[in-house]
């Protein structure tokens, strides 16, 4: 991967400068070669990982542009040129808003940013939960938390394995510190509490 110039900040977006060459084929030359540029740049660096920088998601702001040069029985001509890229890099504790994307028997996953992370059934929350396959969802008889396709929800960041691909790399969340998950869970939470202090028939029992 070529050098990095500068990069902005320490969260999982960060925007860099990087400089690369790219080979521009005959029937490109009467084009402009800014937008060809851009195209070709695009194609080899969005959605490729790099060990350094995450998974680049786009390539912008394309400039100073060489002049390009020819070689021997290469009919194309090869320019360096600097752009912009945005790239995520998941980092472990952080805090996440996104979209549970799959239930599965053993857990869930939710979209972070341009990948999916999985929060395993014991890491969904400190209730007891049963799966049904049938919604499909998972659900607390204790207070009437669910989790179903569709919700967004809180999670933290466990661990973080970034791979060459996407589809290799994985990410481990959980949902079990106060405060995560669901936003409504709070105050089920809550209600549940305070009905099981009362005890039986609603009053608080006698010390």
Request: net charge positive; with cysteine; glycine share 8%.
């Amino acid at each position: 991967m070529p050098r990095c110039l500068c990069c902005t900040g320490e969260k999982m977006y960060s925007m860099y400068t990087v400089t690369d060459t790219f080979k521009l084929s005959p029937e490109y030359f009467d084009k402009d070669v800014e937008k060809v540029a851009t195209e070709v740049l695009q194609g080899k660096y969005e959605g490729v990982i790099d060990k350094g920088m995450g998974v680049i998601i786009a390539v912008f702001n394309v400039r100073d542009i060489s002049d390009g040069t020819i070689y021997p029985g290469d009919p194309a001509t090869h320019h360096s040129a600097k752009f912009d890229v945005l790239a995520f890099m998941p980092k472990v504790d952080e805090v996440i808003v996104g979209e549970v994307t799959e239930l599965v028997e053993f857990g869930a996953f939710v979209r972070i940013g341009p990948m999916d992370g999985l929060v395993h059934v014991s890491q969904i929350t400190d209730e007891f939960l049963t799966y049904d396959k049938r919604t499909p969802a998972f659900v607390s008889k204790r207070s009437g938390k669910s989790l179903k396709k569709g919700d967004m929800v809180y999670a933290k960041i466990s661990t973080v394995s970034i791979k060459t691909s996407v589809k290799d790399s994985k990410i481990a969340l959980t949902m079990r510190p106060e405060g995560l998950g669901r936003p409504e869970w709070a105050s089920m939470s809550a209600a549940a509490n305070a009905r099981r202090s009362k005890g039986p028939g609603g009053s608080r029992p006698r010390r």
